[in-house]
């Protein structure tokens, strides 16, 4: 059974910077595209960010030279790196293995003074 599992979320002021990690379990990882999510209060999930097997990446515009996206294979883990949050970045982000069933639990991400 595959499991993602997130981490890193927390509470930030706006301006400031967090990385998250979503570890997974089976050998699917490296084979498939990975994506980060967001879900924030009162609206639908949205994709943020997606790479492929190979590296190849695909972000929503309202994060473009903000947020950057990696994967590791090795380690089975993809990351996302957020710099200069704003408010309206706040959200539970959930990793995810894209076309699948499989999701992460999510983690907290709160930007506020």
């Known amino acids: 059974q595959v499991q993602l599992v997130e981490s890193g979320g927390g509470l930030v002021q706006p301006g400031g910077s967090l990385r998250l990690s979503c570890a997974a379990s089976?050998?699917?990882?490296?084979?498939?595209?990975m994506a980060w999510y967001r879900q924030a209060p009162g609206k639908e999930r949205e994709l943020v960010v997606a790479?492929?097997?190979?590296?190849?990446?695909d972000y929503v515009d309202s994060v473009k030279g903000r947020f950057t996206i990696s994967r590791d294979n090795a380690k089975n883990t993809v990351y996302l790196q957020m710099n200069s949050l704003k408010p309206e970045d706040t959200a539970v982000y959930y990793c995810?293995?894209?076309?699948?069933?499989?999701w992460g639990q999510g983690t907290q991400v709160t930007v506020s003074s």
């Open positions: 995810h293995i894209r076309y699948s069933r499989f």
């Open positions: 790479i492929t097997s190979d590296g190849s990446t």
């Open positions: 089976g050998s699917i990882f490296s084979t498939n595209p």
